[in-house]
């Protein structure tokens, strides 16, 4: 059996991954991509010490997550798609307000 540490590990370098991502990327589809590896990272901590703690609360926890990302892809994607539309590239520092 592997130890909870490892998947600890892998969270923490997961979500790590994904905030520098978040911080460092100009690109709305890249920062949407590196927000869902963030989530990614917390689901798979809340599955490890639901494995650990013999009990499935942190799996019912994770459910919720993944729908609550999906729907924030969706809204994502078509606000991206109508910013792309509208200004004809998706760079955040080009888009200094948003006028519909």
Known sequence: MIP????????????????????????IIKILMCIEIMLNAVNLNFVAYSSYLHNLDGQVFAMFIIAVAAAEVAVGLAIIV???????????????????
């Open 4 to 27: 909870i540490e490892y998947y600890l590990a892998l969270g923490i370098t997961l979500f790590g991954v994904g905030l520098y991502g978040v911080m460092t990327q100009r690109n």
């Open 82 to 100: 109508k910013i792309s539309r509208t200004h004809g590239d998706v760079d955040i520092l080009k888009l200094n307000e948003l006028k519909w």
